[in-house]
């Protein structure tokens, strides 16, 4: 199929593509200069309507000199993706930044300057995201040479400097975070409020950072990296070991047996359902509808005891792995998991029924927190976030994967792009799940559920996308020799998602803030993978006035 | 002032605040198909808070020690102007009394958040003074109503034969709805809203001064719930309670007790929180409905 | 209102989900993912199941005389790589998962076997089992456990290497004496 998006960028870029490769169907590489990368980025993401979804850098000074960084950008409504790769020599470790012209890469640079040493020159606020302030600067821990084998010299300079904006004095600021009760994971967001209402907000991530890629790179197998990303998050465990297993039987050309799929759908969407009952329940507890919490979670319970019956487990599953899945679903069980989702669809029709016609808490959740579509594509959010602001993006229909392209199912989307939008958005994809595990389950074909992968050639670069609960999960693998991968690159929905938080609270008021970050479906762990966590220093750090500048987004 | 009965009062109201709490916990939880505590659990907490050492807030001045002994006292203190389980009250013409000491101790509540220095403390304590500004007239409006229709300003159990009317009705009604209010618990909790403000007022206290606080509370709330009682017994006829403990008005007291728990619980299990906007709006409600109930006692003729 | 009184149907008519527990405990489905159990007479000291954890809970320590496999249950995900791995069902997951405790030392579990000396040349390369099953196994091909089978099957890799040398030389001695 012509690849009119290389196409339109050759025709717009002469002599900035030195070379194209069709790594696999859908998937094309082009080769650019680091100087070229931020206008073609800029290009494709306005102009062409494209999607950021991931951008990573992996050291090859090794073997090349070089380090390489690939942006991969995603049209959904064509199922293509793009990977736009550019190197930056040894010895000369900077690119230029492409943050200024689409902001969304920002996070990713940051990264990359803080793991890699790699500078995004022109960056404008190119400050620790993930590592403590306390590690040192020149230390980065995602380049080959680096060790994971003791705590580094911490510095102990490291105190904090809180520089306050210039009209600072007018308002108090109220710290959410890192540990509040709203939120189930620590992050620390520091509101200036006047009154109740939020005049700025700032944001420091990081603190659930646990260096996953390089334990994966270091001392993990093919084999057994599924159990790590399993424990990337704790409710889409499972969305992060299918995007990973899917990378790697793609650079191998595999395709695991029919029922291996079938029932990976069924994996999946369960723990769709019960990641959406338990946001639900959450959100709920957020604006004070206790009971929803208590309800939803009681018909949560049910999917919980559902996936113990099926995997062995209420969570962390264990059941997607290279080849296939671990456990078979027998007759039995299959029936009585039928029967038992069948029961979940009734409770949970006649509970959310309830719910949404509950006066209160619609009142709570209308119009707050708005996120409108143009700000939504600009910043290339994903999962219910954008479609309740009306971009309809979903990877299970755009990029079809597993038994996907095989069953039938709708994608909610709103256009209203406030909380209750977030909401009802969620709670259709409820719906829309448990139809497609009954249909997984109805319609299991016969054979084997696993098969080995005969070999997976060293150095091919491969992604997955998986549609979890909070949007497109989306993992870039480079296979390594010796059954290791070489790098692995988990970039979490929320990771995309967190960004527009402050341009969501703007404006809002405090009592209306732990909805309205809620509503993004936080998983602070999804987002923070990267390197290694070192020992709290005890010492209180908070964000210098270049990183509140910074988030005036 | 009858000594024996202030002290009766007064230990009755420390004992069964929290056991009413607890109360209200277990209702609740029967809602959302919990089982919930045990209704002695409020005592439990307590008894746990009192074990804990006392921690001030870093650059918190004195009031933070003060403030929570004064809320307690304020709360203990209503129930001197109020009977319980006997007939009298401790002393005369108590009426006005009551409701200066339930407008004082919601200041006072609001005032220890701001004294603890802690931005959620001091914007849980602005949220409590918004709000009792806005709450506190209807219970002035509705208690006042009630004190013209009885003809005086005791707050005791003499039955005085009042006849059954839409003023007394509308009133009580008003009166039910302002207390709802005041129990500082779902939809109304907008001063303490745990998921938005860790708690607010209450946030930088703990072990005996958060427990001095929580049974004042509890007491207050208990103290308000008590009022319901009068609007039943001045309806029995002239002379027909005797003098010290009556079974009759404990009968109404634990009646009027029971239905003030049951709508708090309702009300805390099927909605969610309001928000400073949606309340104000539902307490101008309720203000606007008292101040028809104390016109109507002027206007409908014989109401007195 | 209508929301109201279907929340209010709901929490009435459901029950209560509340179990008492630890008096009353939630039924488990057949196969949970509990605590992994060592078969101590079943455990031969292969090592896999070390060599398969992706978590490092199991461990093995190879001392002179011992082979000592630890098993730590704070690091075990229960995700039940080393059950598949077991060539003798010697580990296997239980469901058993209430294993908080204060003590550490009660989540720490260990196996130890005997290691053997190579007959050649003294030094100690396996675990007796090991070597016990591997005899039974190529007992048969070998056609029966003979002495000169037993002598071989007692060296270590090392040895076992250089005889298998000596026996090529001498075959090919022998060849040429035939020819």
């Known amino acids: 199929m012509k690849n009119e998006i290389v196409d339109a960028l050759s025709e717009r870029f002469p002599g900035s593509i030195r070379g194209v490769t069709e790594l696999r169907e859908n998937l094309t590489l082009l080769e650019l200069g680091k100087e070229d990368v931020p206008r073609v980025v800029e290009y494709a993401l306005g102009s062409l309507g494209g999607t950021h979804m991931t951008m990573a850098g992996t050291d090859y000074t090794a073997s090349l000199d070089q380090y390489v960084i690939d942006h991969v950008l995603g049209w959904y409504d064509r199922g293509l993706l793009l990977v736009l790769r550019t190197r930056v020599q040894k010895g000369d470790e900077s690119f230029p930044s492409v943050t200024p012209l689409a902001p969304c890469a920002d996070w990713y640079e940051r990264e990359v300057k803080e793991s890699l040493g790699l500078t995004p020159v022109g960056h404008p606020n190119p400050r620790k995201l993930l590592l403590s302030d306390d590690w040192p600067d020149d230390l980065f821990p995602m380049r080959k040479g680096f060790k994971n084998e003791a705590p580094p010299p911490l510095r102990r300079d490291a105190g904090f400097t809180f520089n306050a904006p210039e009209d600072a004095g007018m308002f108090n600021i109220v710290p959410y975070g890192p540990y509040h009760f709203a939120i189930h994971e620590p992050i620390y967001f520091r509101f200036h409020v006047d009154g109740e209402r939020i005049a700025s907000v700032d944001l420091r991530a990081g603190f659930n950072h646990r260096g996953l890629e390089k334990i994966a790179e270091t001392r993990m197998t093919y084999e057994t990296v599924p159990f790590i990303a399993e424990r990337v998050c704790g409710i889409c465990g499972s969305v992060h070991a299918e995007a990973y297993t899917q990378a790697l039987e793609r650079a191998a050309g595999f395709e695991p047996p029919e029922r291996a799929k079938w029932i990976r759908v069924a994996i999946l969407e369960m723990e769709r359902i019960h990641s959406h009952l338990l946001w639900l329940g959450v959100a709920s507890h957020m604006v004070g509808f206790d009971s929803g919490l208590m309800q939803f979670w009681r018909v949560r319970d049910r999917i919980m005891f559902l996936a113990e019956l099926l995997t062995g487990n209420r969570k962390q599953y264990g059941m997607i792995v290279p080849g296939g899945v671990r456990r078979d679903i027998r007759e039995d069980k299959r029936e009585t998991a039928l029967r038992e989702v069948s029961t979940i669809l009734r409770e949970y029709e006649e509970l959310f029924d309830a719910a949404l016609r509950l006066g209160t808490l619609k009142a709570r959740l209308e119009g707050v927190g708005p996120l409108s579509e143009a700000d939504a594509r600009r910043l290339s959010v994903t999962g219910p976030l954008a479609r309740a602001s009306g971009v309809s993006m979903d990877a299970r229909r755009d990029y079809p994967y597993e038994a996907y392209g095989q069953l039938e199912f709708e994608t909610p989307v709103r256009g209203e792009g406030d909380v209750l939008a977030r909401t009802i958005v969620r709670a259709y994809d409820t719906f829309e799940s448990i139809k497609l595990v009954k249909q997984a389950l109805e319609n299991l074909p016969g054979g084997p559920v696993h098969a080995p992968i005969e070999y997976i050639p060293p150095d091919v670069t491969s992604m997955g996308l998986v549609e979890g609960p909070r949007g497109t999960d989306v993992h870039y693998l480079i296979t390594g020799g010796e059954d290791t991968v070489y790098r692995w690159r988990v970039r979490a929905p929320t990771y995309a998602n967190l960004p527009a938080a402050p341009l969501m609270l703007r404006g809002q008021t405090l009592a209306d803030a732990s909805v309205i970050i809620g509503s993004i479906d936080p998983c602070i762990s999804c987002a923070e993978r990267v390197i290694v966590v070192d020992e709290a220093s005890g010492r209180q750090r908070l964000v210098s006035g270049d990183e509140l500048r910074g988030w005036r987004a | 002032m009858n000594v024996a009965i202030l002290a009766l009062n007064v230990v009755l109201a420390i004992i069964a605040a929290p056991l009413i709490d607890g109360l209200r916990r277990v209702i609740t939880a029967r809602l959302q198909n919990r089982a919930g505590p045990p209704v002695t659990q409020s005592w439990h907490d307590i008894a746990k808070l009192l074990r804990k050492e006392t921690i001030p807030p870093e650059g918190a001045g004195f009031l933070v020690s003060v403030l929570p002994a004064l809320t307690l006292t304020l709360s203990i203190a209503m129930f001197a102007t109020i009977s319980t389980v006997t007939t009298q009250s401790p002393i005369e013409g108590g009426g006005i009394v009551f409701i200066e000491l339930a407008i004082l101790s919601a200041f006072v509540f609001a005032a220890a958040g701001s004294a603890s220095r802690n931005p959620y403390g001091v914007v849980g304590g602005s949220r409590e003074v918004i709000l009792a500004t806005l709450v506190e007239p209807s219970i002035i409006v509705s208690l006042t109503t009630l004190i013209v229709l009885r003809g005086s300003t005791t707050l005791d159990d003499a039955p005085i034969g009042l006849g059954f009317g839409v003023p007394l009705l509308v009133a009580a009604v008003a009166y039910l709805l302002s207390v709802l209010a005041e129990g500082g618990r779902i939809p109304f909790d907008v001063a303490e809203a745990e998921s938005e403000l860790s708690g607010g007022p209450l946030m930088e206290y703990g072990g005996p001064p958060l427990a001095a606080m929580k049974l004042g509370l509890y007491v207050r709330s208990l103290a308000l719930f008590s009022i319901p009682k009068f609007f039943l017994t001045a309806l029995l006829p002239p002379g027909s309670l005797g003098e010290g403990l009556s079974v009759t008005v404990i009968a109404l007291y634990l009646a009027s007790l029971l239905l003030c728990i049951i709508l708090v619980s309702l009300a805390e299990s099927l909605s969610a929180r309001f928000r400073l906007v949606e309340a104000s709006r539902f307490y101008a409600a309720v203000l606007a409905l008292s101040l028809v109930a104390l016109v109507l006692v002027y206007a409908v003729p014989g109401a007195r | ?179």
């Open chain 3, 1 to 179: 209102m209508s929301g109201i009184l279907k929340l209010l149907k709901i929490g009435v008519t459901k029950g209560r989900v509340t179990r008492r527990y630890p008096a009353e405990r939630t039924p488990t489905p057949e196969g949970l993912r509990g605590r992994p159990v060592l078969d101590f007479d079943a455990c031969i000291g292969c090592g896999g199941c070390a060599t398969a954890c992706p978590a490092n809970a199991l461990t093995v320590e190879e001392g002179e005389k011992t082979w000592t496999l630890r098993l730590f249950y704070g690091r075990c995900l229960m995700c039940g790589l080393c059950e598949e791995v077991c060539p003798k069902d010697a580990i296997r997951l239980s469901d058993e998962y209430e294993l908080a405790t204060t003590n550490r030392e009660d989540l720490e579990v260990e196996l130890q076997l005997l290691r053997v000396a190579c007959s050649g040349c003294g030094k100690y390369f396996t675990t007796r089992r090991v070597l016990e099953e591997t005899a039974v196994e190529y007992s048969e091909l070998a056609g029966g456990y003979s002495d000169d089978f037993r002598d071989v099957i007692t060296l270590c890799p090392d040895c076992r290497r250089r005889k298998w040398g000596e026996t090529i030389a001498d075959a090919y001695r022998e060849a040429r004496y035939e020819s």
